[in-house]
């Protein structure tokens, strides 16, 4: 069978091994033309050595030696062997090794000895190799423990690196958890431990789909992203039906494996640890009637006891929310086989308001959580969390399904306690203001989301589901009315950010109305703050925690007070400020104030008299990941366009920007944006050529197309293309301009092109709130036209000129 006959309802497994026969023919082909000599033996290690040689994979080979290679003649020929192997299309990736290196933990490179624990014998040398067998043999027996230790760090830091869940919405099938690598270390812990080899009827699920991945990119490509995930499905890969289908055949495959490496681990580790030990193990003083801890893990003391006692598993669950210990792997499948069984007797009997209340009281609860997920227990108690088991939702945003997004939430509070750096600190400080209430909190979050997958507002199915479980469970009406009140409310502050302008007055009130009380605020500012930081690692960053507090200081100063406009951001630092602060201040928009210290006041301050005297002044700097460029200059109809694309020119991906005009003709723009090729932390020359590009096209002495002309334009996914826009005009959100947001595909300068196309018409930019959820811009403009709203008419003109902007041919990126 050759890769382009395979056809997914063929087993994946074949197709390895016999490709990896072919190359074992055409590497012992290369070896007896250009290496063959006393002394030198061919070894297959790695994958290549296990016989599952996938279409585009690297060749692992181990160039055994006798001695190390000293001759520029031996060199030459070793480079001949690479050669013929690249020439027959093969990506050989080799390493020679004496007998003595290969026998021995090389320091800093575990693994190699990882490679070798699957070596196969290829070609060459066999008294060389009669030599290396029995010395690798003792090796192996003397160093097993380190080996193993090693082992075990690589994959726990290999989990780490992509949060210890293998509920990612684009998985890497082979490094990520649950993956191949996963398997792999079962496979080779068994051997170390001198166990029997986990299962393998987990390999074919994993095999077919890199081979899939593998073929339909032409490439070594390990992740499942969107396109392919589709693409598996329409080909019944797994047995599936549609994508949905597909990935939760994925999903469970993944877990299984994820779970027998962890299991692994376990059982090494719980061996590795001396007696002595044991006495200083201060988990184990928490056991139970009923549980045992032992090494951090709960164990049943009588596994049995489940078959008669069905609230075993709810006092399991609670423990591990009090101590934040998690069940052990053999608890977790015994827990599992009773899961089925569970769920009838708690369709008769709920688990009721109070196993609830004091569950998510508890300091782990999210823990308790997760281990209620792994084990089918959460969708017994809550049948209704089926329908987003290992939901994805493919929007180019979130990072996790849409249960282990719910998950991480309900982490990211916890994270909260003893946080000490500011702005985070503040909602650490809001997170134990909270108290009784936290549980109502938690809860919120844990139903928030259990509506997606249904085919209807999120929000509105969610809080359906919710109110049946809240009845069902017997919570008391007021606990109800908290709990649907965040659910239905859990966009509200994180949009109001994205798309109003929420210095306004007016945004303010409409806020303070539907909250309603400063204790809902916190809630609710609480739960967006946990909501955001779960879509993904960095999406919560210093400057956007900061903005959010920042709003909820604002609105809790409406509320508290209940007057109609509580004081202007800043304003108490008037007082501190240097007489050329005070004049920025006075010259400038109320909403400048917004989210800014007095050491910013300052700083725009001294950058303005500077324009004053040059034309134009630049301030650039780094902060929370992400680069902040500030640029004064002489207010001009193109001027915040052209800057826009002057720093698409080099690339930088713009997250958030605001517009401002002085009374004396200035203008202050401010930009955020992203570097996502560190060009300029890497080049640091590059930050002045930056500046000196800000500088002149504030001058108005280079065109921003003709920088945008310059750079080439990325790849798309598929499924991000043929986007159409939709462009809104609001009237209401602001009594001083018209509101317009535009969602459109992102690509190259739109930004720069948007706000071209507002200029053209004769319009002024009064704030724009940008965002990008992977491949889809979200921009908001407030524009004035001649220092007022747009009329009718003139809204139809700039939605035609915005139309042809968003369909423009792509230039470089955002």
Known sequence: MTTAAWMPSEPAATLLEERTRSVDALAREAFAQHLEAPGAALLAVGGY??????????????????????????????????RKLWDAGLRASHSVRTVEECCSLQQGNPELTFSLLDHRFLAGDQELLQ??????????????????????????????????????????????????????????????????????????????????????????????????????????????????????????????????????????????????????????????????????????????????????????????????????????????????????????????????????????????????RSTGHLAAALPEWRRIDHLVVPDFYHRFTVDEHTNVALEVLEQLAGEKTPPRRFFAELWEECGREQWLLRLALLLHDTGKGSGRDHTEESLSIARAFLQREGFAPQEQSAVLFLIGKHLLLSEAMQ?????????????????????????????????????????????????????????????????????????????????????????????????????????????????????????????????????????????????????????MEIVQCEAFTHQEGFAVDAFRFADPHRTLELNPPEQERLIETLLRAALGRVSAAELLRRRAAPRLPARAAGMPPAITFFDDLSGHATVVEVVAQDRPALLHDLAAAISSEGCDIRLVLVDTRAHKAIDVFYVTRAGAPLGGEQRETLRSALERACTAAPGPPR
């Not at 296990?50 to 020929?77: G, K, M, N």
């Not at 690798?136 to 869940?165: K, M, N, P, V, Y």
């Not at 069905?310 to 977790?332: Q, V």
């Open 499 to 651: 798309s109003r302008d929420v210095a306004s007055g007016e945004v303010q009130q409409w806020l303070a109305r539907e909250l309603g009380s400063s204790e809902r605020l916190r809630l609710l500012a609480l739960l967006t703050y946990a909501d955001i930081s779960a879509v993904g690692a960095g999406r919560m960053t210093a400057w956007r925690a900061a903005q959010l507090f920042s709003l909820y200081r604002t609105l809790h100063a409406r509320l508290e007070s209940g007057l109609d406009e509580p004081a202007v951001n800043g304003a108490a630092l008037l007082g501190s400020l240097s007489p050329a602060a005070r004049s920025l201040l006075a010259g400038l928009p109320a909403r400048y104030r917004w989210g800014r210290t007095a050491e910013d006041f300052e700083q725009d301050a001294a950058l303005l008299l500077k324009a004053r005297a040059e034309g134009a002044a630049v301030r650039l700097s780094a902060a929370d990941g992400a680069w902040q460029a500030v640029i004064a200059a002489a207010d001009h109809p193109r001027l915040f366009a052209d800057l826009a694309g002057a720093l698409s020119s080099f690339g």
């Open 131 to 372: 030599e290396f067998e029995p010395r690798w043999r003792r090796f192996l027996d003397s160093r097993r423990g380190e080996i193993a230790r090693l082992l075990c760090a690589a994959s726990r830091a290999r989990h780490a690196r992509f949060q210890q869940t293998v509920f990612h919405l684009e998985p890497d099938v082979k490094e990520g958890p649950g993956g191949l690598r996963d398997l792999q270390t079962a496979e080779w812990l068994a051997v170390l431990m001198k166990r029997p080899a986990p299962s393998d009827r987990w390999l074919e699920p994993l095999a077919a789909v890199r081979v899939f991945l593998h073929l339909t990119h032409g490439r070594d490509n390990n992740v499942l992203d969107f396109d392919s995930q589709d693409a598996a499905a329409r080909a019944g890969l797994l047995g599936a039906r549609d994508s949905a289908s597909f990935m939760r055949a994925w999903y469970r495959n993944a877990g299984a494996v994820m779970r027998a490496a962890e299991r692994a681990m376990e059982e090494f580790e719980s061996q590795d640890r001396s007696r002595l030990s044991v006495w200083f193990d201060r988990s184990s003083r928490l056991s139970t009637a009923d549980l045992t801890v032992s090494r951090n893990l709960v164990f049943l003391r009588n596994p049995g006891q489940l078959e008669r006692d069905p609230d075993l598993a709810l006092r399991l669950f609670l423990f591990t929310a009090r101590h934040g210990l998690l069940p052990s792997r053999e608890t977790e499948s015994r827990l599992e086989q009773h899961a089925a069984r569970w769920m009838q007797q708690r369709a008769d009997r709920p688990a009721g308001a109070k196993f609830w209340r004091e569950l998510l009281s508890l300091p782990h609860a999210a823990a308790a959580v997760r281990a209620m």
């Open 49 to 82: 050595g296990r016989r599952r040689l996938f279409p585009h994979s690297d060749i692992d080979l181990l160039l055994l030696s006798a001695r190390p290679l000293a001759t520029i003649r031996e060199r030459d020929r070793a480079g001949e062997f690479l």
